[in-house]
Protein backbone atom coordinates (compact mmCIF):
# COMPACT_ATOMS: atom_id res chain seq x y z
CA UNK A 1 0.00 0.00 0.00
CA UNK A 2 2.92 2.46 0.90
CA UNK A 3 4.27 1.89 -2.82
CA UNK A 4 1.20 3.72 -4.12
CA UNK A 5 1.59 6.42 -1.79
CA UNK A 6 5.09 6.35 -2.65
CA UNK A 7 4.40 6.65 -6.69
CA UNK A 8 1.97 9.69 -6.02
CA UNK A 9 3.14 13.09 -7.28
CA UNK A 10 5.71 15.09 -5.01
CA UNK A 11 2.53 17.74 -4.46
CA UNK A 12 0.41 15.53 -3.25
CA UNK A 13 2.55 13.50 -1.37
CA UNK A 14 3.73 16.57 0.52
CA UNK A 15 0.30 17.82 1.04
CA UNK A 16 -0.39 14.60 3.05
CA UNK A 17 2.95 14.38 5.06
CA UNK A 18 2.92 18.17 6.13
CA UNK A 19 -0.90 17.25 7.37
CA UNK A 20 0.09 13.96 8.87
CA UNK A 21 2.56 15.69 10.72
CA UNK A 22 1.02 18.77 12.10
CA UNK A 23 -2.16 16.93 13.14
CA UNK A 24 0.06 14.14 15.43
CA UNK A 25 2.36 16.74 16.43
CA UNK A 26 -0.25 18.92 17.75
CA UNK A 27 -2.29 16.29 19.36
CA UNK A 28 -0.36 13.42 19.82
CA UNK A 29 -1.18 9.83 18.17
CA UNK A 30 -4.23 9.33 20.52
CA UNK A 31 -5.74 12.60 20.00
CA UNK A 32 -4.68 13.01 15.84
CA UNK A 33 -8.01 13.12 14.10
CA UNK A 34 -7.56 11.26 10.43
CA UNK A 35 -10.69 13.11 9.82
CA UNK A 36 -8.76 16.33 9.91
CA UNK A 37 -5.64 15.04 8.34
CA UNK A 38 -7.92 14.48 4.45
CA UNK A 39 -9.43 17.66 4.91
CA UNK A 40 -6.17 19.68 5.43
CA UNK A 41 -4.49 17.29 2.75
CA UNK A 42 -7.58 17.57 0.70
CA UNK A 43 -8.21 13.88 -0.11
CA UNK A 44 -10.74 11.58 0.95
CA UNK A 45 -10.12 9.66 4.04
CA UNK A 46 -10.59 6.17 2.07
CA UNK A 47 -7.84 7.05 0.08
CA UNK A 48 -5.82 7.92 2.98
CA UNK A 49 -6.52 4.51 4.43
CA UNK A 50 -6.05 2.72 0.98
CA UNK A 51 -2.47 4.39 0.97
CA UNK A 52 -1.48 3.51 4.47
CA UNK A 53 -4.15 1.10 5.82
CA UNK A 54 -4.44 2.37 9.50
CA UNK A 55 -3.79 5.18 11.37
CA UNK A 56 -1.04 3.18 13.16
CA UNK A 57 0.54 2.43 9.97
CA UNK A 58 0.47 6.36 9.08
CA UNK A 59 1.80 7.65 11.99
CA UNK A 60 5.31 4.84 12.12
CA UNK A 61 5.53 6.37 8.36
CA UNK A 62 5.70 9.56 9.01
CA UNK A 63 7.94 9.48 12.16
CA UNK A 64 10.53 7.76 9.96
CA UNK A 65 10.07 10.43 7.40
CA UNK A 66 10.33 13.04 10.37
CA UNK A 67 13.80 11.31 11.99
CA UNK A 68 15.18 10.39 8.57
CA UNK A 69 14.76 14.51 7.85
CA UNK A 70 16.17 15.54 10.92
CA UNK A 71 19.17 13.24 10.38
CA UNK A 72 20.24 14.53 7.05
CA UNK A 73 20.67 17.62 8.64
CA UNK A 74 23.19 16.79 10.43
CA UNK A 75 24.49 14.74 7.86
CA UNK A 76 24.63 18.11 5.92
CA UNK A 77 27.06 19.70 8.35
CA UNK A 78 29.10 16.53 9.40
CA UNK A 79 32.07 18.22 7.72
CA UNK A 80 31.65 20.87 10.24
CA UNK A 81 31.83 19.13 13.44
CA UNK A 82 34.97 19.64 15.39
CA UNK A 83 37.28 16.43 16.31
CA UNK A 84 37.48 17.48 19.92
CA UNK A 85 35.19 14.89 21.48
CA UNK A 86 33.58 17.59 23.98
CA UNK A 87 33.58 20.67 21.31
CA UNK A 88 31.83 17.88 19.12
CA UNK A 89 29.13 17.55 21.61
CA UNK A 90 28.25 21.08 22.39
CA UNK A 91 28.22 21.89 18.25
CA UNK A 92 25.77 19.26 18.36
CA UNK A 93 24.16 20.21 20.95
CA UNK A 94 23.72 24.19 19.42
CA UNK A 95 22.93 22.67 15.81
CA UNK A 96 19.82 20.11 17.34
CA UNK A 97 18.43 23.83 19.00
CA UNK A 98 18.50 25.02 15.69
CA UNK A 99 16.93 22.31 13.99
CA UNK A 100 13.87 22.36 16.86
CA UNK A 101 13.58 25.91 16.06
CA UNK A 102 13.45 25.31 12.12
CA UNK A 103 11.35 22.39 12.01
CA UNK A 104 9.41 22.89 15.50
CA UNK A 105 6.46 19.99 14.41
CA UNK A 106 8.88 17.33 13.00
CA UNK A 107 10.80 18.17 16.18
CA UNK A 108 7.97 18.01 18.29
CA UNK A 109 6.42 14.76 16.90
CA UNK A 110 9.69 12.57 17.12
CA UNK A 111 10.71 13.84 20.71
CA UNK A 112 6.77 13.26 22.16
CA UNK A 113 6.61 10.15 20.50
CA UNK A 114 9.62 8.95 21.94
CA UNK A 115 9.15 10.20 25.73
CA UNK A 116 5.00 9.77 25.90
CA UNK A 117 5.40 6.54 23.76
CA UNK A 118 1.35 5.81 22.98
CA UNK A 119 1.10 2.14 24.89
CA UNK A 120 -0.35 0.80 21.11
CA UNK A 121 2.92 1.39 19.63
CA UNK A 122 5.25 1.41 22.55
CA UNK A 123 6.84 -1.68 20.84
CA UNK A 124 7.39 -0.15 17.47
CA UNK A 125 9.14 2.75 18.53
CA UNK A 126 11.48 1.31 21.56
CA UNK A 127 12.89 -0.72 18.93
CA UNK A 128 12.90 2.11 16.07
CA UNK A 129 14.86 4.29 19.32
CA UNK A 130 17.26 1.52 19.55
CA UNK A 131 17.97 1.30 16.22
CA UNK A 132 18.36 4.81 15.81
CA UNK A 133 20.99 5.07 18.68
CA UNK A 134 23.12 2.13 17.23
CA UNK A 135 22.97 3.47 14.10
CA UNK A 136 23.96 6.93 14.29
CA UNK A 137 26.29 7.14 17.74
CA UNK A 138 29.05 5.11 16.59
CA UNK A 139 29.17 7.60 13.65
CA UNK A 140 29.02 10.75 15.80
CA UNK A 141 31.41 9.70 17.59
CA UNK A 142 33.70 8.29 14.82
CA UNK A 143 36.61 10.41 14.11
CA UNK A 144 37.83 12.53 16.92
CA UNK A 145 41.19 13.57 18.52
CA UNK A 146 41.92 12.04 21.44
CA UNK A 147 45.53 14.01 21.37
CA UNK A 148 43.74 15.64 24.72
CA UNK A 149 43.09 12.70 26.53
CA UNK A 150 45.13 11.59 29.65
CA UNK A 151 48.03 9.34 29.16
CA UNK A 152 47.20 7.35 31.73
CA UNK A 153 43.94 6.02 30.63
CA UNK A 154 42.95 3.79 27.48
CA UNK A 155 41.34 6.21 24.98
CA UNK A 156 38.66 3.43 23.68
CA UNK A 157 37.13 2.86 27.35
CA UNK A 158 37.12 6.80 27.75
CA UNK A 159 34.92 6.98 24.33
CA UNK A 160 32.78 4.22 25.58
CA UNK A 161 32.39 5.89 28.87
CA UNK A 162 31.22 9.10 26.88
CA UNK A 163 28.61 7.22 24.65
CA UNK A 164 27.25 5.94 28.44
CA UNK A 165 26.95 8.75 29.26
CA UNK A 166 25.12 9.80 26.15
CA UNK A 167 22.75 6.95 26.86
CA UNK A 168 22.22 7.78 30.13
CA UNK A 169 21.31 11.89 29.69
CA UNK A 170 19.51 11.08 26.71
CA UNK A 171 17.30 8.96 29.21
CA UNK A 172 17.35 11.00 31.71
CA UNK A 173 15.53 13.89 29.92
CA UNK A 174 13.14 11.49 28.38
CA UNK A 175 11.61 10.45 31.91
CA UNK A 176 11.97 14.15 33.21
CA UNK A 177 9.73 15.00 30.47
CA UNK A 178 7.73 11.36 30.15
CA UNK A 179 3.92 12.57 29.69
CA UNK A 180 4.63 15.92 29.77
CA UNK A 181 3.37 18.63 26.81
CA UNK A 182 5.84 19.05 24.34
CA UNK A 183 5.80 22.87 25.01
CA UNK A 184 7.55 22.80 27.87
CA UNK A 185 10.29 20.68 26.22
CA UNK A 186 11.03 23.16 24.07
CA UNK A 187 10.65 26.37 26.30
CA UNK A 188 13.03 24.56 28.60
CA UNK A 189 16.06 23.97 25.56
CA UNK A 190 18.33 25.79 25.96
CA UNK A 191 18.36 24.98 29.66
CA UNK A 192 18.76 21.18 29.10
CA UNK A 193 21.70 22.09 26.98
CA UNK A 194 23.09 24.15 29.50
CA UNK A 195 22.84 21.59 31.57
CA UNK A 196 24.21 19.02 29.46
CA UNK A 197 27.23 21.20 28.87
CA UNK A 198 27.35 20.77 32.91
CA UNK A 199 27.99 17.40 32.94
CA UNK A 200 30.46 17.86 29.74
CA UNK A 201 32.49 20.03 31.94
CA UNK A 202 32.96 17.29 34.49
CA UNK A 203 33.61 14.62 32.41
CA UNK A 204 36.53 16.31 31.00
CA UNK A 205 37.94 16.86 34.06
CA UNK A 206 38.50 12.99 34.66
CA UNK A 207 39.46 12.15 30.78
CA UNK A 208 41.62 15.66 29.93
CA UNK A 209 45.21 16.19 30.94
Given at each position: ???KF?S???????????AS???F?????D????N??????????????????????L???V???????????Y?????EE???????????S????????????M???????????????????????????????????GD??T??????????????????????????????????????????????????N????????????
Amino acid sequence: MKEKFESLPEEKKKRILDASIEEFAINGYDKASTNSIVKKAEISKGLLFHYFGSKKSLFLYVFDYCVNDLTSRYYLMKKEEPKDIFERFMWFSVLKIKTMHQEPLMSRLVFSAVSNMPKELSEELTEKYKNLFAKHMPLIMGDIDTSKFRKDIDSQKAVELIMIFMDGIANKYLQKYRNKPADEVFNDAEKIMEEFNDYINILKVGIYK
